[in-house]
């Protein structure tokens, strides 16, 4: 019978004669095994009596609780007796034979610790951890990323100051990044992050130096690195080149966009003949671009070989608002924008054909000077006139035309941002992002300036705008002479290469964004004009400007910088940077010697280069960084990896999202919605208001944020959760470590695996099922830490503690561990089960909770003060535990037990109290006598199931599947040592009691 046709069978028949049998029962409180769920002390069993003293209580100095003003001293000690600090090198000299190596990520070394830094460092000390339970060897060298930007400007005080001596400014960069990793590193070993930290890396040490130029020297002469003349990003206002990573677009910019035609200078015979007839003398090429500073650097116009084109004549206001008929060139598709930016009709005099729009030239939009059409296959139909101006210094796809066509490429804009001589006269000195932008449209606007070009039409046009991640202001894109990485060489490779690192999580298509990436970047720009950084070791020639550089020599910087430092670049002269015999053969033949270069390289080189100068090119098992890392670090070590090895320098990847407050917002201190990881973990200003919640909350709801949510919430309701479900787990670990009474903590009860333990074949039946259930739980659980699932393993953990141990196993097992002789087998059962749920349960949440975790141990081994968690290696239950049978035997027995909760709760009866006559058949009848073997019993597993006081057990007369119940008052009384109603009327104790205590208990 169905646990649906059960119900009904009792609701229609049985259950009017449940309510009579009740009637004369006398109400109590409903108790059952919730009060241990919800942590009550152990001090609260039997009230004072003679046979207090008999009973074998829970005992354990383990407390309850942790005040929030204790939280911090507590943990700090934990880490202290634990050996946290000493963890590391130890696992590192011991004999075991798998190694797993998890590469940091250097975070920047710039600023105090935030809530990101604690997501990424506890899920790597998560994953750590595991693997060394799993008996790995760990290899983790945590590290920072301290070149770069950000610092460099905190220590020279921003742009203003870039003309400070080198050395002053690289003395106070230096200062600035060791004071923030002296406090990053502080909050990461409070939140137990393991590592030797006494041995970390830094981008800005001797020793990586050495080895990132020497990786650059490699790649220098496998030509993959190059110095070139080539639009970058450049940031006017911090005065250096940019990365496409060191970039974000604001959708919200705003751009005066314009229409400029510009004469035809060479149109066919044909074409003028037919103006001519119209009228018309001249023909103009409409551009629209939203960049009007870069029209004195345009070279071409670009148009599309495979759309159509048509001369179209319109009425223009004109220079002074005198109306003239133009005829402009426009793509047919486009001929809607025209109509929009025109007033008047539009009369299309002619269809052109691409190698038509190929013969013509124009005039120079402000010089004079003549101009090729060009085919542009990045030409689109979505804005514009379908022609598109073309300034090589001045974009990327520019310049691929220009090396196509061999247009030239004149930069006509300086590193401050503003027009150098070569703009001329009118333009010289102005700022491109502001009066030089103005500038440039009123020459277009008056016959003087604009000559024969026309400006059709202006607006403001808000679009999506590269602005410099750091500055927060806009860039542009300049042609200068830098050091490149010859990405478009490497891209084939690294798309081989990348097929075969695994992405975790799975789901979506994340790893698409390094994926195009790399098929979109043809080059990767990695000089920087900056001085807080890895210096480029190459020389010029002081007549022609060109690099003067190889391995010798760089290997030679090398040496010198090793043995003197970072800062010997600036330091010294080129005398003692370049190697003797360059010096010596310079002298002899009366050359001057090249003088030293002024460029530093890329942080991301610098971060990138990590694989090589931290793991010894050995590849890693893993890197584990946040989503934005697809464009950076991970695309970084990709491209230098396997341009020097041929392969990737990761076996797999994980990726997890970002943390926004509780309203789904990003953190910012304007909004004042900024959580501090420190206030989490040691509380705030205002402890009221901020209590102290502890590292293992904080690494709680890291584990519990779901690793495949983009963004994931934290505030005061989200820890609030997390405090209470780590209490629960506590209160539970607390109940079982008291129930086993550790070493030197009483003699009363204790139990000694070794002496005390039975095989699993003469537990009791429930004992085994819980066995059965934690077995299942163990092994999902190292399954989940296997594949990340963190949060699968701190909810099915809450679950299992709360449901199957608190609820169902302490509500159970609590008579006979404190009331039954003290090496009853049937107490001995329960112990045993107890034992093995703390050793499982304690190494499963240690991951993530290590804290705790070594807490426990260290109140249970008391007497060996050497037994710690982390120096386990991981043994998962045996096989016999899992016991099918069994379970389906205990799915049937929890079904009535199921329904008896359900009938004593609506009538508010205390079950403890009740002689329950069940009737039942078929396999329920089979499951239950697996518990209760006789027809009466007071002792019965079933008993101790249902916690009831008595159960008549009888078979249905037709052996009809399913049950049924009847409930009746006992006719015992409470007995005064178990206060089970079992003693019979006028005795103080119980038949178990009495023989208990007649034994010497």
């Given amino acids: ?103 940091d990520g250097p975070p920047y070394a710039n600023g105090v610790p935030h809530i990101g830094h604690a997501v990424n460092k506890i899920m790597k000390d998560i994953t750590v951890r595991h693997k060394l339970l799993q008996g790995y060897k760990v290899h983790y060298i945590p590290g920072w990323d301290c070149h770069g930007l ?9 742009k203003g100051q870039k003309q400070r001596d080198p050395l002053e400014v690289r003395a106070a960069a230096r200062k600035v990044a060791e004071e923030a990793i002296g406090k990053q590193q502080a909050a990461f070993e409070r939140w137990g992050v393991l590592a030797d930290w006494g041995t970390t890396y830094r981008t800005f040490d001797p020793s990586y130096i050495t080895h990132q130029l020497l990786l650059f020297a490699q790649l220098y002469d496998m030509g993959y690195i190059y110095q070139d003349y080539l639009p970058v990003h450049y940031s006017p206002h911090l005065g250096t080149s940019l990365a496409e990573s060191e970039l974000e677009y604001n959708p919200e910019h705003i ?19 037919q103006l001519r007839a119209l009228g018309l003398s ?11 500073w870069t029209l004195p650097s345009n070279q071409a116009v670009c148009f599309a070989s495979d759309q159509c084109y048509v001369v179209v004549s319109v009425n223009w206001a004109g220079r ?31 269809s052109l054909e691409g190698n038509q729009l190929a013969e ?62 070569g703009a001329g006269q009118e333009l010289e000195g102005k700022e491109v992002l502001g009066e030089g932008n103005e500038a440039v449209l009123r020459m277009l606007e008056s016959d003087e300036g604009g000559g024969a070009s026309l400006l059709l039409h202006r607006e403001s046009y808000k679009h999506s705008y590269p602005y410099d991640w750091r500055s927060r202001r806009p860039v542009i894109v300049r042609a200068t002479s830098q050091w490149f990485l010859n990405t478009a060489q490497l891209k084939e490779k690294a798309l081989a290469a990348l097929e075969k690192v695994k992405i975790l999580p799975m789901e979506g298509n994340r790893e698409a964004a390094m994926v195009s990436q790399l098929k979109k970047r043809p080059y990767w720009c990695i000089s920087r004009q900056r001085v807080w950084g890895t210096p480029i070791p190459v020389f010029y020639d002081t007549d022609t400007g060109d690099p003067v550089t190889n391995r010798a020599i760089i290997e030679h910087v090398v040496a010198v910088l090793e043995r003197e430092g970072g800062d010997a670049w600036w330091r010294l002269g080129e005398e003692e940077l370049l190697p003797p015999e360059v010096v010596r053969e310079a002298r002899e033949s009366g050359r001057p010697l090249p003088c030293k270069g002024q460029d530093t390289l890329d942080i991301w080189f610098d971060s990138g280069s990590s694989w090589r100068c931290v793991l010894d090119s050995h590849p890693a098992d893993l890197y584990l960084e946040g989503l934005d890392q697809f464009n950076g670090w991970f695309l970084c070590s990709l491209l230098t990896s396997v341009a020097a090895t041929g392969c990737a320098p990761y076996r797999s990847l994980y990726v997890h999202g970002f943390t926004v407050d509780e309203k789904g917002r990003k953190m910012s201190k304007s909004l004042g919605n900024v959580v501090d990881p420190k206030v989490v973990t040691d509380g705030g200003k205002n402890k009221t208001k901020d209590p102290a919640c502890g590292a293992d909350v904080l690494r709680w709801w890291v584990a519990n944020r779901e690793s495949e949510a983009a963004n994931s919430q934290i505030g005061s309701q989200q820890l609030s959760i997390m405090k209470k479900q780590v209490q629960r787990v506590r209160n539970c670990l607390r109940h079982v470590l008291s129930c086993l009474r550790s070493n030197g903590e009483g003699s009363n009860g204790h139990f000694d695996f070794n002496h005390h333990s039975l095989a699993a074949a003469d537990l009791r039946p429930l004992d085994r099922y819980i066995l059965h259930l934690l077995h299942a739980h163990i092994n999902q659980v190292w399954r989940d830490y296997e594949n990340f699932r963190y949060y699968t393993v701190t909810r099915n953990t809450v679950d299992f503690m709360s449901n199957t141990v608190s609820a169902l196993y302490f509500g159970c097992i609590h008579d006979r561990l404190y009331c039954d002789a003290r090496a009853s087998s049937k107490r001995m059962s329960a112990l045993l089960v107890l034992f093995h749920l703390l050793h499982h349960l304690v190494l499963s949440i240690a991951p993530i909770l290590p804290h705790l975790a070594e807490e426990i141990a260290l109140h249970y081994h008391i007497k060996d003060k050497a037994w710690h968690v982390f120096r386990q290696v991981v043994e998962l239950p045996p096989s016999s535990w899992h016991q099918l049978e069994l379970a389906l035997v205990m799915k049937e027995c929890l079904r009535v037990r199921e329904e008896l909760y359900r009938t004593t ?26 518990l209760q073997t006789s027809t009466e019993a007071t002792e019965s597993g079933l008993c101790e199931l249902l916690q009831v006081a008595r159960i008549t057990l009888h078979p249905h007369p037709d052996d009809t599947p399913g049950f049924s119940l009847a409930l009746s008052e006992s006719k015992n009384t409470k007995c005064l040592r178990c206060r089970r109603f079992t003693a019979p009327e006028g005795c103080e104790l119980c038949a178990r009691c009495q023989t208990v205590i007649a034994s010497g208990w």
Wanted: aromatic share 6%; with cysteine.
């Fill in 320 to 350: 002074g608002g005198a109306g003239r008929r133009l005829a402009l060139v426009w793509a047919e598709p486009l001929l809607g924008e025209l109509r929009r930016i025109m007033s008047g009709d539009l009369e299309i005099i002619c």
């Fill in 255 to 273: 751009s005066t966009a314009v229409h400029v035609a510009l004469l035809a200078t060479s149109v066919s015979p044909q074409l003028q003949e």
């Fill in 150 to 158: 950000p610092i460099e400007l905190k220590a020279s005080g921003g």
């Fill in 360 to 421: 013509m030239r124009y005039r120079h939009p402000l010089y004079v000077r003549e101009c090729p059409l060009v085919v542009g296959g990045h030409v689109r139909m979505d804005s514009g006139s379908g022609l598109v101006h073309t300034a090589p210094a001045h974009g990327h796809e520019d310049f691929l035309v220009s090396l196509k066509y061999q247009l030239p490429v004149e930069c006509y804009v300086n590193g401050d941002g503003r027009y150098n001589a």
């Fill in 282 to 292: 001249e023909l103009h090429i409409p551009v629209w671009t939203t960049t009007p």
């Fill in 1 to 103: 019978m169905t646990t649906a046709m059960a119900v009904r069978c009792i609701g229609a028949r049985d259950l009017p004669h449940v309510r009579f049998l009740l009637s004369g029962v006398c109400q109590r409180p409903l108790s059952t095994s919730s009060s241990f769920a919800a942590g009550r002390p152990e001090s609260e069993a039997p009230p004072k009596s003679k046979y207090k003293d008999t009973v074998l209580l829970p005992c354990t100095t383990f407390p309850m609780k942790i005040s929030p003003d204790k939280i911090t001293e507590n943990e700090q000690h934990i880490q202290k007796v634990a050996g946290f600090a000493e963890l590391y090198s130890w696992q590192r000299g011991q004999d075991r034979h798998k190694e797993y190596v998890l590469h």
């Fill in 905 to 930: 709760t609506l009538t508010a009866t205390n079950p403890a109290t009740l002689h329950t006559t069940i009737t039942a058949g078929g396999d329920t009848l089979k499951s239950l006598r697996v």
